[in-house]
């Protein structure tokens, strides 16, 4: 799981489980919590239904199965729709580096099962799946059906997760009064007024320990990616993460212990901070390239690309 940046000073909050994850949503207005709370929790629990590569009658299950004879299609619910055209957009930002066709991969290297379950076992060697790669994906935009290649098991994985902040964000706004800070699991968006100072999210190292505090405010997100919150035991006694190199189907480098990018939103940051660990050495450049605000922890040493706060600062 990414170490979620903590949120701090907060007017009230709410925490929660859902889509594998600690869910924690924070508000300007007291009073509208348990309405936010529960726009929040029926969007997760569609997004469960849409997306799970854990339930076999999810529509993402269900194509995989229909997949594994040969191409396949359905139309997609308006959930699924969003979240596979959220992760198209992080595949065409990061040129493939983040990619929603790894699902294949990312079972043959173990994590097959909700994480609890993956946990409780030692995982066999397999060789890496291959990737069919995201642009073998097609989504109508009138009609929304979905059409994927032979062998296709689509993850949307954290960028469904981190899309999901950003319309949560933007819904809440919308819908009630007030400032909303969402928190999914290391994915953090805000919609509506700041309070007073921003929202002050402090950053962890990977010890837990917060180390510098942003202030955010409304068009700002940030996302965290790690290499030692979601793995697991292999047969040959090695450890694995989640994050994937689409490129060659194997478990991307733990160059970073975790990364930690400043966005526009949500899931710019997610694509970025995920990226960034599929590139291993070559990360700060890239990140630098692109002018994102970011901090790369090897777990031993720091690293900063330009825009990125001094930790003595507070930064909006």
């Known amino acids: 799981m990414p170490p979620a940046p903590s949120t701090l000073a907060s007017p009230a909050v709410t925490e929660l489980e859902a889509i594998g994850t600690t869910v ?10 348990a309405e936010a709370e529960a726009v929040v929790r029926d969007h997760l629990a569609a997004l469960d239904r849409a997306a799970s590569r854990f339930r076999p009658d999810s529509e993402v299950s269900r194509l995989a199965a229909a997949a594994a004879h040969g191409p396949a299609g359905l139309v997609a619910s308006p ?10 957009r992080a595949a065409r930002l990061t040129d493939g580096l983040v990619d929603p066709t790894v ?20 995982a066999p060697l397999r060789p890496a799946a291959a990737v069919p790669g995201w642009r073998s994906v097609h989504l ?6 979905v059409e994927v290649p ?12 981190a899309h999901a902040a ?10 009630l009064p007030g400032g909303f800070l969402v928190d999914l699991g290391g994915d ?7 309070p007073e100072g921003g929202w002050r999210v402090g950053v962890e190292d990977v010890d837990g320990h917060v180390v510098q505090v942003l202030a ?41 212990a975790q990364v930690t990018v400043v966005a526009a939103s949500a899931l710019e940051a997610n694509a970025a901070s995920t990226a960034a660990v599929v590139l291993g050495d070559d990360a700060p450049a890239w990140l630098a390239g692109i002018g994102l605000p970011a901090r790369l922890d090897t777990g031993h040493a720091v690293v900063t690309t330009p825009g990125w706060p001094d930790p003595t600062e507070v930064t909006s």
Do not use: I, N
């Not at 959930?79 to 198209?88: E, F, G, Y």
């Not at 699902?103 to 030692?122: E, F, I, P, Q």
């Not at 109508?140 to 059906?145: A, E, F, N, S, W």
């Not at 032979?150 to 997760?161: E, F, P, S, V, Y």
């Open 103 to 122: 699902g294949r991969a990312v079972a043959a290297s173990g994590y097959d099962a909700d994480l609890a379950v993956v946990r409780g076992r030692t």
């Open 188 to 194: 953090l968006a805000v919609g509506g007024p700041a």
């Open 166 to 175: 950003d319309v949560l964000a933007d819904r809440l706004a919308t819908r």
């Open 140 to 145: 109508d935009p009138v009609t929304d059906r």
């Open 24 to 33: 924690r949503l924070l508000v300007t207005e007291p009073v509208v919590l």
């Open 150 to 161: 032979a062998g296709c098991l689509l993850d949307l994985g954290a960028t469904a997760k």
């Open 79 to 88: 959930v699924l729709a969003s979240s596979l055209r959220a992760a198209l």
């Open 216 to 256: 955010l405010r409304r068009g700002q997100a940030v996302a965290t990616s790690s290499t030692r919150r979601r793995t697991w035991a292999v047969a040959d006694g090695s450890t694995r993460h989640h994050v994937l190199d689409p490129r060659t189907g194997a478990t991307a480098p733990a160059t970073w």
